[in-house]
């Protein structure tokens, strides 16, 4: 399944962003794209080193970085180098996308059409985008606004008072009432005493079998996606930044919140309150206490707990050792 949800514009040459681009390596810039998925005509970028091993591996045409990890990069790409990656990359995503910076909102919205939704049962004041593709015997409650562009698979049920954009959601999703899907992150770069923008142009990919209750809020994708792996239970009112990816058969209790970029293997049970801090890499089988905050990486298999998270028999010594 694939879907657009922001308008971009066409025909934009690398030279358009940056003043000396040699004319063998100026090309349309087809989309910009993380590390791992650019390929010869997307635009791509690298600022931080935990990523150098991707950078180092990128089949993008052109990567925007800094002079110190221009170094990590293939021979065959052509490198920016800029003072503030981010700021840069701002700049361009405006240009191509030009409304991906706000979440407008979607004026083609209209009581839905059965024809166009056949076997789908829908509840009082709901209302429908453009586009929009329900599979069938789902079920939309009261209330709630599904926005152009979005999928919904077959036998979902979608509760009262939900909001959901910029989305692609398989089959037999539940996911309870007032929740929001797909708005955008909260991305700002400080830049000469502001804070600047930075557009959202990812999507939010919920896959089978996923569970999420009520009041929970899952930010769309900035360049990458936010992923919601297979069977994977969200409780309550957890709060899931831009590009984080959860694995599948995951269980994440109540007012648990996820800093952006983070990735969550498989099997992983979070317990409540607990929170993730952005760009780490949490293993499979891993089990983390509630009101645990999580500063680090965490290996496969380990079971932590603490501020910061620390693994639970050193947890423990540590609890016995304060209170003799």
């Known amino acids: 399944m694939n879907s657009s949800f922001f308008i971009k514009k066409k025909n934009i040459k690398l030279s358009s962003f940056f003043q000396n681009i040699h004319k063998k390596d100026n090309f349309v810039i087809k989309d910009i794209k993380p590390l791992n ?35 990590f990069l293939p021979k065959k790409i052509t490198v920016i180098t800029v003072k503030s990656v981010l700021f840069e990359l701002a700049k361009i995503i405006k240009k191509i996308y030009p409304t991906a910076d706000i979440d407008y909102p979607d004026l083609t919205l209209k009581k839905p ?12 004041n709901v209302l429908v ?11 939309i409650g009261s209330n709630s606004i599904i926005e152009s562009n979005v999928i919904i698979g077959k036998e979902c049920i979608i509760g009262s008072g939900v909001i959901i954009k910029n989305a692609i959601i398989g089959n037999n999703v539940v996911i309870q009432d007032n929740c929001k899907i797909g708005q955008k992150g909260f991305g700002f770069i400080p830049f000469n005493g502001k804070n600047i923008k930075f ?4 999507k939010v990919k919920i896959e089978d079998h996923v569970e999420i209750a009520s009041g929970c809020t899952i930010d769309r994708g900035s360049i990458d996606d936010t992923i919601i792996g297979k069977n994977t239970y969200l409780d309550n009112q957890v709060h899931i930044a831009h590009n984080v990816q959860i694995g599948s058969n995951c269980m994440i209790a109540g007012q648990v919140g996820f800093a952006g970029s983070s990735k969550i293997g498989n099997n992983v049970s979070i317990g ?37 998270a620390i693994p639970i028999k050193n947890f423990i010594k540590k609890n016995i050792k304060e209170n003799e």
């Open 37 to 71: 998925s650019a390929n010869k005509f997307d635009l791509t970028f690298f600022d931080n080193i935990k990523y150098k091993d991707l950078a180092s591996k990128t089949n993008g045409g052109a990567c925007v970085t800094t002079d110190k990890l221009s170094q």
């Open 113 to 124: 059409i059965k024809f166009d939704h056949k076997k789908v049962r829908f509840g009082n």
């Open 129 to 139: 985008g453009k586009k929009v593709k329900i599979g069938k015997n789902s079920l």
């Open 199 to 202: 557009p959202h142009i990812g």
């Open 272 to 308: 409540g309150q607990a929170g993730i801090s952005g760009h780490l890499k949490i293993g499979n089988n891993v089990k983390i206490g509630g009101g645990s905050g999580v500063v680090k990486d965490i290996q496969d298999n380990e079971i932590v707990m603490g501020y910061p």
